[in-house]
């Protein structure tokens, strides 16, 4: 059997359980004995750090076109340095958030979502993308007391719209996230593992 790695990304609305079930999943795989990682959008790199310093963690939003190119900067960044990497060392890479995120975010502001296809050209995609569904409301209620300036239900309603349509049109495949934990992480590693034996056999 040939070693390849293989590249998962973990989408969804904001608190859907990103970063729980990413986590749990790469948690999962290790104790299986595979070689899994966990990786972040923004990423760990320097275009990442401002992304976090001057827009997640201001309350007002900058021009969505500035955003966006951040985004697809920052990408290129995590995919050379961190992705690429990995995936030739025939590692399982598990990125909390990818491009999606941007098609999401920033076409729910009202970019042109051929344009930021076109911006992330570089960001090629995973073997696998799911998308972690749950309802606006749920998202809203779950994110009470956070800061951030992607949280009103308008936000999160829009947003879902358009991962509605990447559902729709196969890019995303939906677990449904509205459920407890457990049941959530077991269908998630259910997937992968489907997914892997798959991507080895052929
Ligand atoms: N299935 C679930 N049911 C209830 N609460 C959940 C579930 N999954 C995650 N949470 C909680 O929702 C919050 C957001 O989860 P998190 O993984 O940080 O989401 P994200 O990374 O998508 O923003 C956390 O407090 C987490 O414990
Ligand atoms: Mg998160």
Redesign the pocket.
Known sequence: MKERGLFICVE?L????????AHRLVRSLQKRGLDAIYTTEPSGAEIGGFIRKHILERRRRVPSVVEALLFAVDRVDHVRKKIKPALKGGKIVVS?RYVYSSLAYQGAAGLDMKWIEKINKLAFPPNLSIY?DIPPEVAVR?LRGRRSVMEQLKIQLNVQGIYAILVKNGSLLPVD?N???NE?AKDVLTIVLDSLENHRKH
């Open positions: 969804g904001d608190a859907s359980g990103k970063t729980t079930h909390d972690i779950r996230g459920r407890p934990r959530v």
